[in-house]
């Protein structure tokens, strides 16, 4: 693989495929991740460790799979893993840096029914992604996710909703807001070479 190709699958899983404006995975995390953008970092930092770490276990998985004809377990084996991540990152994190877990200890727990990890392990193998294309994919992909996070909280923060009609204020506001912010994203669609 040539680091233009690599290139090209971070750039479309950072932009074109975005997993919270785009593809509307990950989109099920507290709904404080959405209103503070401290907690929405946290809430980033926590799934794009998830994403990366089951880029690779899926990764692996689906070697395995394929390898033995057991491809049609495929949906039901990446739907354990970004569980079976979640709680063996906690594990890590509560035995070795406890500040750390404690920080995290929420986020990581809404992550856990997170359907991000699984849609990056099913693009990975839907593509054939090798393994640096596929820690790539993952990594990236929480990245994208976090920086959408941070920008929604931080809009969200700053929305003047004194000056819009009755009618648009709260959650319609709010949607037009991610809808414009994933229309940002349009001009990007189509940027991978898979």
């Excluded at 932009?15 to 509307?24: A, D, G, R």
């Excluded at 099920?28 to 503070?36: I, K, S, V, Y």
């Excluded at 970092?41 to 926590?46: D, L, M, N, Q």
Aim: aromatic share 10%; with cysteine; charged share 10%.
């Amino acid at each position: 693989m040539t680091a233009v190709y690599l290139a090209a699958v971070a750039l479309a899983a950072l932009l074109s495929e975005n997993f919270i404006l785009v593809n509307c995975l990950g989109i099920g995390t507290r709904t404080r991740a959405f209103e503070d953008p401290l907690d929405a970092g946290r809430t980033g930092v926590a799934l794009t460790a998830v994403m990366t770490f089951t880029a690779l276990v899926a990764w692996v998985a689906d070697q395995l799979l394929y390898h033995f004809g057991l491809d049609y377990f495929q949906t039901l084996v990446f739907a354990l893993i970004g569980p079976v991540v979640v709680w063996a990152l906690r594990g890590f994190l509560r035995s070795c840096v406890p500040e750390l877990s404690r920080r995290l200890d929420d986020n990581l727990s809404s992550i856990t029914s997170n359907c991000a990890a699984m849609g990056a392990a099913l693009i990975i193998s839907q593509r054939g992604y090798n393994l640096a294309a596929a820690l790539l994919f993952g990594l990236f992909g929480g990245l994208g996710a976090t920086i959408a996070l941070m920008s929604f909280a931080g809009l969200r923060r700053d929305l003047n909703v004194d000056s819009c009609p009755k009618s648009f204020r709260g959650l319609p506001l709010e949607l037009v807001t991610a809808g414009l912010m994933a229309l940002s994203l349009v001009g990007f669609y189509g940027l991978h070479l898979a």
